[in-house]
C-alpha cells in the first residue's frame, strides 16, 4: 500500500496547550483553589513492616484548624489497577509494609496546620522483620509472611515454554549463560502527585481533579474506595507535570482527598512533598535476571532460556502484568524459535513497583542485548552482523503469537551504524574509548482492559457545527507527550481541515468519550483508528450535502485542505465551511462517534480465563523498533563515563508530528541514561530510603546531555492508522545495553548490574589489572 | 510572626504581610496568585520555581519572602508584553522545547537571564546555565536548540 499524501499528519507543528505553557498559565491541580478548600496531608509509617497497635489522633483534632482526621479504616475497600490482584488500601489497615506507607491522613484550613497536626496523632507500631531482598524474601516466607494470601511472599510466579529450548541447546554451537541484576529507580517526573477533591454532599457527587494518566482507572477505583457509583464520580485532568507511568494507577493522594472531603463536605486538596513521590513509588522494578542463549553454527538464534526475580515491592500494583512483560519481550525484535520464560514477582518491604517508562521491556533487553554483543564475539562477527541476521521482518508471526505487520527494524540498524561509523569504530578505538550497539522495540496501540471486558478502548466523538467549529472528544490524557496535538493533526487530515482549527476535550470522564488511559504507547495507534471511524460518519453527511452544492456525485468527492472537491474535475469545488454551514441549517449539529477495539488474536478468551500463553502482549496490532549506537570516553583515573555521542534511528512508522517524535526519543535517551549511570533509590537496612529527594537521587542534568544524532527512518504500516506507531517507549529499550557495550569495548569489562557508577568502575579497573599482572606474573 | 514586605513583581509594587517563615514561592503562589512558578522539589533542586530577583534567577522555594524586600520580581507572567509572548516563549513554542511544561517557566527565565548578560552564549555556556533546571521529559536537546536559535537571531538582528 502506497504512503497517501498527508497534509495535517506529518507536519512539526506546536503543541496546541503549548503557549499556555510558555505563559505559565496551564493550570495544574496544585495550581487550583476552591472556596472553603482545606488542605490535606498524610502521616506516614517510619517502619518498613510493623503491626499498627493504636492510632490516637485525640490530640491532633484538638489544634484549631485542624478539620478532620481519617485513618485506613475510613476507606479500607482494597483497590489495585490490576483487580485479580488489587491489595493496597488508601491508608494501611492493621499494618504497615513498607516505609511511609500512610496510616493517617488530615484535613485543615492550611498546610502548615496539617502539617502540625500529622505530629499529633499517635501510632503505636509493633515492628516485624523487615525483607529487603527478594531472594530472602522468598527463603524466610515460613518465618515472616508480608501479605497474608502469599504465603510464599510471591505475588504470582509463570513459566511459558514455545517449542524445546533443551534439545536446541544440546544441538546449538555457541551458548553463554550470564546474569544481570537492574537498578531501583523512580520516574522523577516534576510534578509531585496532587489530587484535588470536591464532594457536594446534597447530590452526592465527587469531581475530582487528578495528576493521573489513568483517568478511567482511577475512576473506577474511587469508586470502589468510596462506594459510589461511577456516574457519581467525575475525574478531571488539569495540565499534567510527567508520568513516565508514575501515575499509571491510583494514588492514595487521591483517596485522602476525596474521603476528607466526603466527610467534611468541603474541597480537599491533597499534594505530595518530593519525599512523598519517591515513598510512593511505583517505579521500575529491579530484576534479578539469569539468561541463556543458543546460536548455531552460523549464528542465528536457536534457543533462549530466561528466568526473572522481579522485586516487586510491598503491593501489587502493575506487577503481574510487569512480571508477564518481561517474559514475553525477550521474543522479539529477533527470531527466537524455542523459548523459556520462569518469572516470579516477589513482595518485600520497599515502596511498591510498578509502571515505569517501557515497562517489561528494558530489563531482559538489558540482558539480551549485552550478551548477543558477547556471542557476536563468540562467533567471530560484528554484533550488528549478528543482530542483522536475526531480525525480525515484517509478517513476522513469534512462536509466542506476536505478530509484526510491519517492521524496518533493519533500516534503524543499517542507518544508526552507518551514521555512527560503527563498523569502522568497534574494537578499534583506543583503551578508554568505546561504542556499543543495541536494539529495541515496544508494543503500540495494545491494551487489555485491566478488569476483564471487551468493550473498545478508545471512542472518540467528533462533533461539527458552525458554532464550536470541531471538537475532538476523547478523555484521553496529555500527559506532556502531546497526544491533543496528534489527535488534532490526525483529526484535521481525515477531515480535510486545518490542525489549528481542530478544537480538543480530553482527560475528563463526563466530556471526553471513553479512553483507557495513557499507558502501553496505546493512543496515537489507537485515538487514529477511533477518529478516522468518526470522521468517515461525518465526511459522508457532509460530502451528500456538498454534491448538491459541487453539482456531482458524493463519491466522486474528495476532501482536503478545506475544500470539497470533485477528483475527477477538481475546480468543481466548494469550501467545507460552507458544506457545514448548509448541513447545520437544515440538520442542526453533526457528530461522528468511532471506536477502537485491539484485534482479537486466536485463542486469546478474556471472559472465559482461557489464555494462550505468551499472549500477554499479543494483543500488540504493531511495534516500534529503535536502534541506538553510544559512543563512551571512561576516565581510568575517576571511573567517570562520559557520553561523547548517542546516534538514534527509530521505527515509528508514520510520524503525525516529526518533532513531537523528536522529543519521544531525546527524553526517551536521556530518561533511560540516568538509570543507566546514575539513578538508584537506596534503601537503609531498616528499609528507610536515605535518597528520596532530587538532591540525593540524581537524574540527569543540561549538563550530562551528549551529542544526539536521531533519524526517523523511513516507514509507514499499512495495517495501522495513518501508518502509525509508538515512539515514546520503543525509544528507552536499546539504550542501557547500549552504553554497557560501549563500556565493554572502551575498558573490556562486562558490567551486569546497574547503574554503571564510577566507584564500580574502578573496581573493576582494578581488579582486571590485578588479573593482568598475575597473567603475566605466572 | 508577620512582617509586611515591599517588592516589584512584574513590574508592579506589591506590599504584602507576610509569614517570616514563608518562602517567596509561597507568596507568589498562594499570596499573588502567580502560580506558573512551580514547586517541584521545595529544596532549590529542580529549578521549576525559578524566578529572577533582581535580574538574577533564584529558587524561589529557598528565598524567605523577607528577604525579597525591596527586590524587583520577575516570575513566567511577566516575561509576555502586551499580549504578546516574548520571543524566548515564542521560540520554545516553536521548537518544541514542551513537554509536560512542568519546568517551562523556569527554563524560560533562566533562558532569560542567560541571553540577557550574554547574546551569544556557547553550546557550553547554555548547558550550564540550564544545569539547574530539571527537564525529565524533552532530554534539554530541543530547549537548547531553542536557546541557539534566539542566540542566532538576537546576534542577527545586532542584540536586542
Redesign the interface.
Known amino acids: 500500500m502506497n504512503k497517501p499524501n498527508y497534509t495535517q499528519v506529518g507536519r512539526s507543528v506546536p503543541r496546541i496547550d503549548g503557549p499556555l505553557k510558555v505563559k505559565g498559565e496551564a493550570i495544574y491541580t496544585d495550581d487550583m483553589v476552591l472556596p472553603r478548600m482545606a488542605y490535606g496531608k498524610i502521616k506516614r509509617s517510619p517502619y518498613a513492616h510493623a503491626i499498627i497497635k493504636k492510632i490516637d489522633y485525640s490530640k491532633a483534632l484538638e489544634l484549631p484548624g485542624v478539620i478532620a482526621v481519617i485513618t485506613g479504616e475510613d476507606g479500607p475497600n482494597k483497590w489495585g489497577i490490576v483487580p485479580q490482584t488489587a491489595n493496597e488500601v488508601a491508608l494501611a489497615v492493621g499494618k504497615v509494609r513498607f516505609w511511609g506507607e500512610g496510616v493517617a491522613a488530615v484535613a485543615a484550613i492550611d498546610e502548615e496546620t496539617a502539617e502540625a497536626a500529622l505530629d499529633l496523632i499517635e501510632v503505636e507500631y509493633e515492628p516485624l522483620p523487615v525483607l529487603l531482598d527478594p531472594q530472602e524474601s522468598m527463603q524466610r516466607a515460613n518465618e515472616v509472611r508480608i501479605h497474608e494470601d502469599a504465603p510464599e511472599n510471591i505475588l504470582h510466579a509463570g513459566e511459558q515454554l514455545f517449542g524445546d529450548p533443551d534439545k536446541a541447546f544440546a544441538e546449538c554451537t555457541y551458548v553463554l549463560e550470564k546474569e544481570f541484576h537492574t537498578s531501583y529507580v523512580n520516574h522523577a517526573f516534576l510534578e509531585p502527585h496532587t489530587a484535588l477533591a470536591s464532594f457536594d454532599t446534597p447530590s452526592g457527587q465527587l469531581q475530582m481533579w487528578s495528576s493521573t494518566q489513568v483517568p478511567h482507572y482511577l475512576h473506577r477505583q474511587l469508586s470502589i474506595v468510596l462506594e459510589m457509583p461511577m456516574n457519581k464520580i467525575r475525574v478531571t485532568l488539569p495540565a499534567i507535570g510527567g508520568a513516565f507511568g508514575g501515575k499509571g494507577e491510583a494514588s492514595p493522594a487521591d483517596f485522602c482527598a476525596a474521603l476528607l472531603s466526603r466527610k467534611i463536605g468541603r474541597p480537599v486538596k491533597v499534594t505530595y512533598e518530593r519525599s512523598e513521590v519517591f515513598a510512593t513509588n511505583k517505579g521500575r522494578h529491579p530484576c534479578h535476571m539469569k539468561m541463556k542463549i543458543g546460536l548455531d553454527q552460523d549464528g542465528y538464534i536457536q534457543a533462549i532460556d530466561f528466568d526473572n526475580t522481579l522485586d516487586g515491592g510491598a503491593y501489587a500494583g502493575w506487577g503481574i502484568v510487569v512480571m508477564f512483560y518481561t517474559a514475553s519481550m525477550i521474543h522479539l525484535p529477533y527470531k527466537v524459535p524455542n523459548a523459556r520464560a520462569r518469572v516470579r514477582r516477589v513482595y518485600t518491604n520497599k515502596p511498591t513497583c510498578g509502571a515505569m517508562r517501557g515497562l517489561g521491556g528494558v530489563q531482559p533487553r538489558y540482558a539480551m542485548e549485552c550478551m548477543l554483543d558477547e556471542m557476536a564475539e563468540m562467533v567471530g562477527i560484528s554484533p550488528y552482523e549478528l543482530k542483522m541476521k536475526n531480525a525480525v521482518e515484517s509478517g513476522y508471526l513469534s512462536v509466542s503469537n506476536l505478530h509484526v505487520p510491519h517492521t524496518e527494524y533493519k533500516k534503524c540498524l543499517q542507518t544508526a551504524v552507518e551514521k555512527s561509523g560503527y563498523l569502522e569504530k568497534h574494537g578499534k578505538l583506543p583503551f578508554g574509548k568505546g561504542i556499543g550497539l543495541a536494539g529495541g522495540y515496544y508494543i503500540s496501540g495494545t491494551a487489555y482492559t485491566l478488569y476483564q471486558a471487551y468493550k473498545p478502548h478508545t471512542t472518540v466523538l467528533i462533533r461539527v457545527d458552525t458554532e464550536g467549529g470541531v471538537t475532538v472528544h476523547c478523555a484521553a490524557a496529555d500527559i506532556g507527550q502531546g497526544c491533543n496535538t496528534v489527535m488534532a493533526q490526525m483529526a484535521a487530515e481525515e477531515l480535510g481541515i486545518r490542525y489549528e482549527d481542530v478544537h480538543v476535550v480530553s482527560g475528563d470522564t463526563e466530556t471526553g468519550t471513553f479512553d483507557l488511559g495513557s499507558f502501553a504507547s496505546r493512543l496515537t495507534y489507537a485515538s487514529g483508528v477511533a477518529i478516522k471511524d468518526a470522521a468517515a460518519q461525518i465526511n459522508q453527511k457532509l460530502k451528500e450535502v456538498a454534491a448538491g452544492m459541487v453539482g456531482c456525485r458524493a463519491d466522486q468527492l474528495e476532501i482536503k485542505d478545506g475544500r470539497f472537491y470533485s477528483k475527477f474535475e477538481p475546480k468543481k469545488a466548494i469550501e467545507w465551511e460552507k458544506v457545514v454551514d448548509v448541513y447545520t441549517n437544515a440538520v442542526g449539529t453533526l457528530v461522528g462517534i468511532g471506536h477502537f477495539s485491539p484485534p482479537r488474536l486466536k485463542g486469546i478468551d478474556l471472559t472465559r480465563g482461557k489464555r494462550v500463553q505468551g499472549a500477554n502482549i499479543g494483543h500488540s496490532p504493531t511495534f516500534g523498533f529503535s536502534c541506538q549506537i553510544w559512543e563512551v570516553d571512561v576516565d581510568l583515573e575517576t571511573g567517570k563515563i562520559r557520553v561523547a555521542k548517542v546516534t538514534e534511528a527509530g521505527d515509528c512508522g508514520q510520524a503525525v508530528n516529526p518533532m513531537s517524535v523528536d522529543g519521544q526519543v531525546e527524553g526517551s535517551i536521556m530518561f533511560a541514561m540516568g538509570q543507566a549511570l546514575y539513578e538508584e533509590m537506596r534503601l537503609d537496612a531498616e528499609g528507610k530510603m536515605i535518597n528520596a529527594s532530587l538532591h540525593d537521587y540524581k537524574v540527569p542534568t543540561a549538563m550530562e546531555l551528549p551529542e544526539i544524532d536521531t533519524t526517523i527512518v523511513d516507514s509507514y504500516d499499512p495495517t495501522a492508522p495513518f501508518g502509525v506507531k509508538e515512539s515514546g517507549e520503543g525509544p528507552v529499550q536499546p539504550t542501557i545495553p547500549a552504553i554497557t557495550n560501549a563500556v565493554y569495548d572502551a575498558i573490556g569489562v562486562r558490567f551486569t548490574d546497574l547503574p554503571i557508577t564510577p566507584e564500580k568502575v574502578l573496581r573493576a579497573l582494578k581488579e582486571k589489572q590485578a588479573l593482568n599482572s598475575e597473567c603475566s606474573g605466572s | 510572626m508577620e512582617k509586611t514586605i515591599n517588592l516589584t513583581v512584574n513590574g508592579e509594587t506589591r506590599s504584602i504581610a507576610v509569614d517570616v517563615n514563608q518562602t517567596l514561592l509561597e507568596v507568589l ?1 498562594e499570596d499573588l496568585g ?10 532549590g ?2 529549578g ?1 520555581c525559578t524566578v529572577l530577583m533582581d535580574g538574577k534567577p533564584v529558587s524561589s522555594c529557598l528565598v524567605l519572602a523577607v528577604k525579597a524586600d525591596g527586590k524587583t520580581v520577575m ?3 511577566g ?2 508584553k502586551d499580549g504578546s ?1 516574548h520571543p524566548i ?2 521560540t ?5 522545547a ?8 523556569g527554563m ?1 527565565l533562566t533562558t532569560k537571564n542567560l541571553l540577557d548578560k550574554n547574546p551569544n552564549p556557547s553550546l557550553g555556556e ?3 546555565a ?15 536548540e531553542a536557546i541557539t536559535s534566539l542566540a542566532k537571531e538576537k546576534n542577527a538582528r545586532g542584540g536586542v
Open positions: 503562589r502567580l502560580t506558573g512558578t512551580k514547586k517541584g522539589c521545595n529544596q533542586e529542580c521549576a516570575t513566567i507572567e516575561v509576555a509572548l516563549q515564542e520554545f513554542n516553536q521548537k518544541g514542551i513537554q509536560c511544561g512542568f519546568c517551562t517557566p524560560i547554555i548547558k550550564e540550564i544545569s539547574g533546571n530539571i527537564c525529565r521529559c524533552t532530554g534539554y536537546v530541543q530547549i537548547i
